[in-house]
């Protein structure tokens, strides 16, 4: 199926409500949607010893929480990259300016630039840069092809509201489950800690219990997985997603779906998916 316009997508959903599940489903139905996950991105900026891999590094070795500037700061610098977002300047992408004028906005602002690692960070900044020199917002292109889906941020009302300075997301997916049905779901899962791979003795077992189908290694319970821990996760998510939620329903793009399984919840998802982004025949 072809899409007829880009596709802005976040799934917002308690944990253990199937969010990957769902993910990977759209995925692989359009082929044109593409998964941004800002753990994968700061994971890949670390490796490359990229500047604002360093600084994220940094961050977390002395124990700190990575800022939201430096999470959104890599997501426009991805989608700046792949060309998705560019400058509302007649010239182009900000990423082409000459970095003498760049350090002159930087200079004029009050942040000069004390060497190359800043100034890389500025440039992979395209809301920042463009405040700072004086442009207009980033223009966000609408071909299909720029389609994708954001995984792991935002989390927060403040962080959405951050995000729309770069992207505007044009559909918030919340994915409701009873909280007892992913109870149970939880109590039957069971993980094998050198892959990932997830099993659940009530509708994903492994072929032999208790070990891993591929190795043959023990599954082990994940320690968050207890029915303490996980309720304190869902006290934690109720009282950051409402916020987050009402600031997708007055931009007019959230839309909830229910289902006792994700394979309930699967076909909803993709009729309306489809009534917004793919071209009608």
Do not use: C
């Amino acid at each position: 199926m072809r899409l007829r316009k880009a596709a802005r997508v976040i799934l917002v959903g308690a944990p253990g409500v199937g969010k990957g599940t769902q993910s990977e489903r759209l995925l692989h139905k359009f082929p044109q949607l593409s998964s941004i996950s800002s753990g994968d991105l700061l994971r890949h900026n670390v490796k490359q010893r990229t500047p604002l891999g360093i600084k994220v590094e940094s961050t977390m070795k002395a124990g700190g929480l990575v800022p939201d500037d430096m999470i959104l700061r890599l997501i426009s610098n991805e989608l700046n990259q792949r060309g998705w977002i560019y400058s509302g300047h007649p010239a182009g992408n900000v990423m082409t300016l000459a970095s003498s004028a760049l350090s002159s906005a930087a200079e004029s602002s009050g942040q000069p630039f004390h060497d190359d690692a800043e100034m890389a960070t500025f440039l992979s900044s395209p809301a920042h840069a463009h405040a700072q020199a004086g442009y207009g917002p980033p223009r966000v292109s609408e071909d299909p092809s720029a389609s994708f889906l954001l995984d792991g941020f935002p989390r927060t009302a403040a962080q959405a509201d951050r995000l729309d300075e770069i992207v505007p997301i044009n559909l918030a997916v919340s994915i409701k489950t009873p909280l007892e049905v992913i109870m149970e779901r939880i109590g039957g899962r069971w993980v094998h800690e050198p892959s990932g791979r997830v099993y659940n003795t009530t509708f994903n077992a492994p072929r032999v219990a208790g070990r891993d189908d591929v190795t043959g290694e023990p599954l082990v319970r994940r320690a968050d997985d207890s029915e303490e821990v996980y309720r304190a996760r869902w006290r934690k998510f109720q009282e950051t997603s409402e916020p987050l939620l009402e600031h997708y329903a007055r931009k007019g793009v959230l839309w909830e779906v229910e289902g006792m399984s994700s394979d309930e919840i699967t076909p909803k998802l993709l009729r309306e998916f489809e009534r917004r982004f793919v071209e009608q025949v």
